[in-house]
């Protein structure tokens, strides 16, 4: 009745568990439940991490500033780690062989997790595989008013050699841009991979008709001040519109209702900047919609930090203290 004995199992259990090469041999490929590698990824992204976790005091992130940081590899595998813990056998018969197991399986399901954390899509701009880039998760926190009172914030993330002043324009991964609470000042990013340059814009939707200066009219019924800077533009005969380098300051007050000193008269400002854009013209060519479309939309706001440091992350090449979200 020995073979029964709680002796003979636990020894063929350690003498099974003793080599993790063995183990992984007898494992094979390790599939990782769907489920179980998204919540990992999602515990990758930091997304549920306590922000005390991140930020553990008000002065790494005080009002109206941002922070970059990298995400230390020993700090994450701490991480998941933890979320291993919850499966373990903690008793002291079986303490060897669990650890063991856990060196076999750390690797695969770490993979899996990395593969199944959250991504923003983005179309018609390359960006390196994932999933197969085995890289640094690198992004900031930046608290200031302008998160709460722009909610659609966007972020774009380039590394060093593919921004828009270079030729070949590459965006980073995103897995997670957040505000912080439903009415919280602060903004949350991580990118896969090494970031060079962070644009930090308004909503896209946003763009909008535009003029560069006005002043309002100095009595009631005068023209007020304004000028808008075009950008010139050459059209061939097959319609195809070329872009120029020069930029003039067009006059466009007088295009404005007397009665209504902020209304536009779209057919004056448009016979504007036509004369505006051919100046030795007579009569110039009228300007069509697509045109005066190109010719008056602003963009939107933006502003870029640029690592100019080759040994941390942060903007104007200065080195910051120990980055939230990693250890020392």
């Not at 005091?57 to 995400?71: G, N, T, W, Y």
């Not at 535009?210 to 002043?215: L, N, P, S, V």
């Amino acid at each position: 009745m020995t073979m029964f004995s709680r002796a003979v199992r636990r020894q063929g259990i350690e003498t099974t568990f003793a080599d993790p090469a063995a183990i992984a041999s007898t494992l094979g490929d390790v599939a990782v439940p769907d489920d179980i590698a998204a919540w990992l990824g999602r515990l990758l992204a930091l997304a549920g991490v306590p922000f005390g976790y991140l930020v553990p005091d008000e002065a790494m992130l005080p009002p109206e500033s941002i922070r970059f940081f990298r995400l230390d590899e020993k700090w994450v595998r701490a991480l998941l780690d933890g979320a291993f813990s919850l499966g373990r056998n903690l008793t002291a018969e079986a303490s060897g062989a669990s650890a063991k197991l856990d060196r076999v399986l750390f690797g695969p399901v770490a993979a899996s997790a990395r593969a199944a954390a959250p991504l923003r899509r983005r179309a018609g701009v390359a960006a390196p595989d994932p999933a197969a880039t085995d890289t640094a998760w690198t992004g900031f926190l930046m608290r200031s008013h302008v998160v709460a009172d722009y909610p659609g914030l966007g972020v774009n993330v380039y590394p060093k050699g593919h921004t828009p002043s270079d030729s070949e324009l590459i965006l980073l991964p995103v897995r997670r841009l957040d505000r912080l609470g439903p009415a919280g000042d602060t903004l949350f990013c991580l990118a896969h991979g090494e970031a060079y340059r962070v644009d930090v814009h308004e909503a896209p939707e946003l763009l909008h008709y535009g003029i560069d200066e006005y002043q309002p009219p100095a009595a009631q019924g005068q023209a007020p001040s304004a000028d808008k800077q075009l950008r010139t533009f050459t059209r061939a005969q097959d319609g195809a519109v070329t872009i120029g380098s020069d930029v003039v300051a067009v006059q466009v007050g007088s295009s404005f209702r007397t009665r209504s000193p902020r209304v536009l008269r779209l057919a004056a400002l448009a016979a504007a900047l036509a004369a505006a854009n051919e100046p030795g013209k007579t009569p110039p060519d009228p300007i069509d919609s697509a045109e005066m479309g190109f010719a008056m939309t602003e963009g939107v706001g933006m502003v870029s930090f640029i690592n100019r440091s080759t040994s941390a992350l942060a903007p104007g090449g200065t080195t910051p203290p120990n980055p939230p979200g990693s250890a020392s």
